[in-house]
């Protein structure tokens, strides 16, 4: 089975956005590949030095990915901070990773301008790191998104190098995995054309049905149709594609003919959106209230993810160190 890599972002809690964006298709990738997902912990390090609450942090973002249908015997789940072996690779890339590349790179060029009293040198070899997650699974595809391109075109070059340098056929170049239709946009209830943490619209997973409520009847429209069969404008269209992801079709046929022939209130198609929303988010809140609360399952996920990583990242590394000539590890 093809292997697959990809590491989560442990900034916050998922929203419907990264949910129909991204997670369930990782829950489909489960079974189709040899899935390893694990949560980056270290690369949060290069922006934020002290992690307020960083063990509950990961927590959390672990029982929220296993509510969504990650499934521990299926895929290996883990967090990054708990194979070390990752730090060894990230070693051996860095040696051959250069200054003038790194420097180069636009995440690094926009951290630094962010953060000016703190351009560190994680920030720097951001891009090796998150090359040694990949290396070390020899993960040869990559779930990511666009803004991620650059940081596996590095990826790409430092296997490359790798082999170049040392003569051998050792590591296969990673490629970028396009979700493709797996992936479906969520639209913003504000009226901008995506839900995004930073667009500050996002419904949560772990919301509960009054606060979706709340968000979806403050969703922007406009006066409504004057003519039959017109347009829907963007902020309408919206309503209309969330409909689509949470909704039944009859559903969205009754409200869509209301919508042509002019008669909607958008007062009800959001209250039914909302229930709507709710009815498909309550199974998946439940799951993490209750995985939330099971501390000792979690810890045995993660511990036992770590293992399985770890069988397979000591391999890679007694591997590269032969191939160096260093004598193989203890
Ligand atoms: N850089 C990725 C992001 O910001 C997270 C990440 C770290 C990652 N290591 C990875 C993704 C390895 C894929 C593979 O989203």
């Not at 993660?302 to 004598?327: L, Y």
């Amino acid at each position: 089975m093809e292997r697959v890599v990809s590491g989560i972002r442990p900034t916050g809690n998922l929203h419907l956005g990264n949910y129909f964006g991204a997670v369930r298709a990782f829950t489909q990738m489960q079974h189709e590949y040899d899935c390893s997902f694990f949560i980056a912990d270290w690369h949060s390090l290069t922006t934020h030095p002290r992690p307020e609450d960083i063990v509950r942090n990961t927590y959390t973002i672990l029982a929220e990915y296993l509510a969504c249908g990650i499934d521990p015997e299926r895929a290996t789940i883990y967090i990054q901070s708990d194979v070390p072996e990752v730090l060894e690779l990230y070693l051996y890339l860095n040696m051959n990773a250069y200054l003038g590349e790194l420097e180069r790179t636009t995440s690094f060029k926009e951290k630094a301008r962010q953060q000016p009293d703190n351009v560190n040198a994680g920030l720097l070899t951001y891009p090796s790191l998150m090359a040694a997650d990949i290396l070390i699974h020899r993960g040869v595809k990559v779930p990511v998104g666009k803004d991620q391109e650059q940081n596996m075109e590095m990826a790409r070059k430092f296997a490359r190098r790798f082999n170049t340098i040392y003569g051998v056929d050792y590591f296969v170049e990673p490629q970028s995995y396009s979700l493709g239709e797996k992936a479906l946009k969520v639209p913003g209830l504000d009226g901008s054309g995506k839900m995004g943490k930073s667009e500050g619209n996002c419904i949560y997973l772990k919301d509960d049905e009054k606060t979706i409520s709340k968000k979806v009847m403050k969703a922007v429209t406009d006066s409504g149709p004057t003519e039959p069969n017109s347009p829907k404008p963007e902020v309408i269209e919206n309503l209309f594609t969330f409909m689509e992801l949470v909704s039944t079709q009859e559903t969205y046929d009754y409200f869509n003919e209301r919508y042509a022939d002019c008669s909607i209130r958008y007062g009800d198609l959001k209250k039914q959106l909302a229930q709507d929303i709710n009815a498909y988010c309550a199974p998946i809140r439940e799951r993490i209230a209750e995985l939330s609360a099971d501390t000792d399952f979690l810890s045995r996920v993660a511990r036992e993810g770590a293992e399985r990583a770890r069988e397979r990242a000591r391999q890679t590394i007694d591997e590269v160190r032969h191939i160096i000539g260093f004598r193989a590890r203890q």
